[in-house]
């Protein structure tokens, strides 16, 4: 009996060894190199696994090992992945040949998940295409110039949070991800769904736009392994019925978009938000929109905008921080542009403040927040890459963008370890390389919000510079270390920076 048991064990285990590593010859198959460390059902994605790393440092570490060659395959767990490794392919992926690869990897189960199906970043073919327009109507110039009311309002309301924090005390420590989290959950909640999010109403913090996505946004132990399991472990997730966005803010969206959506299409009067330009497309338009779709779209505005830029704008505030002469001169940017525009926010004076663009890409290419893009090939295509090296790749293949490698590369970056926003000054910016440097993607698939993202960031640093400095706490943890189970870059014990009046 026991010894049928212990053959019935090892049995399991052999069968269970060959089902996990059933892939591992894949890429030596096809003359493509690839890792040797390779781990039953983990892959080369050991250092992930343990949590000794992010999934982005990971994949960066992989790039640099195999950077003098085009492509190299690894495992993704089990799942056999191309990494493109130089400019040329990464254009391939993302513009010339995007019919190839017009899909990216995550994918969302639309009975959990109703109001992210319709976003474009999990969708494809024509409900891409309507989303992706939707968000391009709203942030072309002319309209960005109307939305940038609504940023205004949110400056004013940040400007009196800071003012009234600083009056009692001569300077303030603050966790720099949380400040910005306020800054841009007011601005959605304003720009995007026209009402006021209460981010900077210390009385009323409960009810805001703000906490309402820490609960599913918040990069904490519990948020991670959700979004772990519904992205990256779908079958896992349908089993769990795990969602990314909790039941309460399904509803709370919901009702909220058809009210004042009701009223957009009703009212005479013009508002400076996402839902009237979808009010106004729709009239244009001549068919009434699904509510359900344009919630989801509308919820895109949140989920892709709100985290994503106050992660970007969390980490220049620790670059200025860190360098007071780059604090210096933006500030003298900022006030000069300001002295021009009658000490007021315009659309005009932020294009002008073109320092604080290089400030914002520096920051962007070494710390990005997300450091790698995944695409799905689509439709099978020979790459051939400049060292000789084809692989024919098979439709259903994952593919990987090294965002995090190509931006510190030394050899498309000098010294690229050095935090130097004049890399990105006029004389200097015409000979980055091209696809070496994508904090918001290419190709038709770019992000569509970027402009969106730029303007509501210049806006909240000129606000802060304008009278207040920053200088590091010893709170933060220097060298940085980024949270393993994150998927956008977050600093472990997070970045804590002093505040003061200057
Ligand atoms: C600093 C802030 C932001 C950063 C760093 C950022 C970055 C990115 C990146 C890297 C992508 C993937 C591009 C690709 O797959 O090639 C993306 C896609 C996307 N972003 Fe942003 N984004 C930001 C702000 C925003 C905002 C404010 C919106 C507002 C609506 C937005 C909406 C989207 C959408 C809908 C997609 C999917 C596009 C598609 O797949 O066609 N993003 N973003």
Same mark, same amino acid.
């Given at each position: 009996?026991? #010894?049928?048991?212990?053959?019935?064990?090892?049995?399991?285990?052999?069968?269970?060894?060959?089902?996990?590593?059933?892939?591992?010859?894949?890429?030596?198959?096809?003359?493509? !190199?690839? !890792?040797?460390?390779?781990?039953?059902?983990?892959?080369?994605?050991?250092?992930?696994?343990?949590?000794?790393?992010?999934?982005?440092?990971?994949?960066?570490?992989?790039?640099?090992?195999?950077?003098?060659?085009?492509?190299?395959?690894?495992?993704?767990?089990?799942?056999?992945?191309?990494?493109?490794?130089? !400019?040329?392919?990464?254009?391939?992926?993302?513009?010339?040949?995007?019919?190839? %690869?017009?899909?990216?990897?995550?994918?969302?189960?639309?009975?959990?998940?109703?109001?992210?199906?319709?976003? !474009? %970043?999990?969708?494809?073919?024509? *409900?891409?295409?309507?989303?992706? *327009?939707?968000?391009?109507?709203?942030?072309?110039?002319?309209?960005?110039?109307?939305?940038?009311?609504?940023?205004?309002?949110?400056?004013?309301?940040?400007?009196?949070?800071?003012?009234?924090?600083?009056?009692? #005390?001569?300077?303030?420590?603050?966790?720099?991800?949380?400040?910005?989290?306020?800054?841009?959950?007011?601005?959605?909640?304003?720009?995007?769904?026209?009402?006021?999010?209460?981010? %900077?109403?210390?009385?009323?913090?409960?009810?805001?736009?703000?906490?309402?996505?820490?609960?599913?946004?918040?990069?904490?132990?519990?948020?991670?392994?959700?979004?772990?399991?519904?992205?990256?472990?779908?079958?896992?997730?349908?089993?769990?019925?795990?969602?990314?966005?909790?039941?309460?803010?399904?509803?709370?969206?919901?009702?909220?978009?058809?009210?004042?959506?009701?009223?957009?299409?009703?009212?005479?009067?013009?508002?400076?938000?996402?839902?009237?330009? /979808?009010?106004?497309?729709?009239? /244009?338009?001549?068919?009434?929109?699904?509510?359900?779709?344009?919630?989801?779209?509308?919820?895109? %505005?949140?989920?892709?905008?709100?985290?994503?830029?106050?992660?970007?704008?969390?980490?220049?505030?620790?670059?200025?921080?860190?360098?007071?002469?780059?604090?210096?001169?933006?500030?003298?940017?900022?006030?000069?542009?300001?002295?021009?525009?009658?000490?007021?926010?315009?659309?005009?004076?932020? *294009?002008?403040?073109?320092?604080?663009?290089?400030?914002?890409?520096?920051?962007?290419?070494?710390?990005?927040?997300?450091?790698?893009?995944?695409?799905?090939?689509?439709?099978?295509?020979?790459?051939?890459?400049?060292?000789?090296?084809?692989?024919?790749?098979?439709?259903?293949?994952?593919?990987?963008?090294?965002?995090?490698?190509?931006?510190?590369?030394?050899?498309?970056?000098?010294?690229?370890?050095?935090?130097?926003?004049?890399?990105?000054?006029?004389?200097?910016?015409?000979?980055?390389?091209?696809?070496?440097?994508?904090?918001?993607?290419?190709?038709?698939?770019?992000?569509?919000?970027?402009?969106?993202?730029?303007?509501?960031?210049?806006?909240?640093?000129?606000?802060?510079?304008? *009278?207040?400095?920053?200088?590091?706490?010893?709170?933060?943890?220097?060298?940085?270390?980024?949270?393993?189970?994150?998927?956008?870059?977050?600093?472990?014990?997070?970045?804590?920076?002093?505040?003061?009046?200057?």
């Amino acid at each position: 009996m026991a #010894v049928t048991l212990v053959f019935l064990i090892f049995a399991s285990l052999i069968v269970l060894y060959f089902y996990l590593t059933r892939n591992y010859k894949y890429w030596q198959k096809r003359g493509v !190199p690839s !890792p040797e460390d390779v781990f039953p059902g983990i892959g080369n994605m050991w250092d992930f696994f343990t949590m000794k790393t992010t999934f982005s440092e990971n994949c960066r570490n992989i790039y640099n090992k195999y950077k003098g060659y085009s492509m190299v395959g690894f495992y993704n767990f089990t799942m056999p992945t191309l990494m493109v490794l130089e !400019p040329q392919l990464v254009k391939t992926v993302l513009q010339t040949n995007f019919a190839s %690869f017009h899909e990216n990897t995550l994918k969302i189960d639309p009975d959990l998940d109703p109001l992210l199906a319709n976003n !474009p %970043f999990f969708t494809y073919g024509e *409900k891409w295409a309507i989303g992706r *327009k939707r968000l391009t109507y709203a942030f072309s110039s002319m309209r960005l110039k109307m939305l940038l009311e609504s940023v205004k309002q949110v400056c004013v309301t940040f400007e009196d949070y800071l003012n009234r924090n600083l009056n009692k #005390v001569a300077k303030k420590e603050v966790e720099l991800k949380d400040l910005f989290s306020k800054f841009t959950a007011q601005v959605v909640s304003g720009a995007g769904f026209g009402v006021d999010g209460l981010c %900077f109403d210390e009385e009323r913090q409960s009810e805001s736009f703000y906490s309402l996505g820490k609960t599913f946004l918040d990069p904490s132990l519990l948020n991670n392994i959700i979004f772990n399991i519904v992205f990256f472990l779908p079958s896992l997730g349908k089993i769990l019925r795990a969602r990314f966005l909790p039941k309460k803010a399904d509803h709370f969206f919901r009702s909220l978009v058809t009210e004042v959506f009701e009223q957009r299409r009703s009212d005479g009067v013009r508002r400076n938000d996402f839902l009237q330009l /979808m009010a106004e497309l729709e009239r /244009m338009e001549g068919d009434k929109f699904d509510l359900g779709v344009l919630t989801s779209h509308a919820v895109s %505005f949140f989920i892709d905008g709100y985290e994503t830029s106050s992660n970007v704008l969390s980490f220049v505030g620790f670059q200025l921080a860190s360098h007071p002469e780059v604090q210096k001169r933006l500030r003298e940017e900022v006030l000069s542009v300001f002295a021009r525009h009658d000490g007021v926010i315009t659309y005009e004076g932020l *294009k002008e403040m073109t320092y604080m663009d290089q400030v914002i890409s520096e920051s962007q290419r070494i710390i990005p927040t997300l450091g790698f893009l995944t695409k799905v090939c689509t439709e099978d295509i020979e790459l051939k890459g400049s060292d000789g090296l084809v692989c024919r790749v098979q439709r259903g293949t994952p593919i990987l963008i090294p965002v995090h490698g190509l931006q510190e590369d030394d050899r498309y970056w000098k010294n690229p370890e050095i935090y130097d926003p004049d890399r990105f000054s006029p004389d200097s910016k015409h000979s980055i390389e091209k696809f070496a440097f994508l904090p918001f993607g290419e190709g038709p698939r770019i992000c569509p919000g970027m402009r969106m993202a730029q303007l509501q960031m210049k806006a909240c640093l000129a606000t802060l510079l304008r *009278k207040y400095s920053l200088e590091l706490s010893p709170k933060t943890q220097v060298p940085l270390k980024m949270t393993a189970s994150s998927f956008l870059s977050a600093a472990v014990g997070g970045l804590w920076a002093i505040i003061q009046p200057i």
